[in-house]
């Protein structure tokens, strides 16, 4: 069982920067394939951005695309989320998830462990 915990989030003006973390309480989360999701108020969860198994690959949704940046560091088995030039439309819970998979996906469904979700604010 790989337990995640999210940090980092808050209130951030437009224009600004966040970054979120995602500690794993297991190694085997180094094999796994990690992503970030994210739930708009109102909305349902959707895909942000997603790193495979050694962070050599990574896939965003084209809404973050050129201003969010998936890394991993495998030894501290953590993923964090790297957010600039916010915007408003940026306010959601984000959440981290580790696939049953090593190769990165956008499939919510290949993604079995979720963290709790941090909540990010993005003031205009």
């Known amino acids: 069982q790989v337990q995640l915990v999210e940090s980092g989030g808050g209130s951030v003006q437009a224009g600004g920067s966040l970054k979120l973390s995602c500690v794993a309480s297991?190694?085997?989360?180094?094999?796994?394939?990690t992503g970030w999701f994210r739930q708009p108020p109102g909305k349902g969860r959707e895909f942000v951005a997603t790193?495979?198994?050694?962070?050599?690959?990574?896939f965003y949704v084209d809404a973050v695309k050129g201003r969010f940046t998936i890394s991993r560091d495998n030894a501290k088995n953590t993923v964090t989320l790297q957010m600039d030039r916010v915007k408003s439309e940026d306010t959601a819970v984000y959440y981290c998830?580790?696939?049953?998979?090593?190769?990165?996906?956008?499939?919510?469904?290949?993604?079995?462990?979720w963290g709790q979700g941090t909540q990010v604010t993005v003031s205009s």
């Open positions: 790193i495979n198994y050694s962070g050599a690959n990574t």
């Open positions: 998830a580790a696939s049953r998979l090593s190769f990165h996906s956008e499939i919510m469904s290949r993604y079995e462990h």
């Open positions: 297991t190694d085997g989360f180094r094999h796994r394939a």
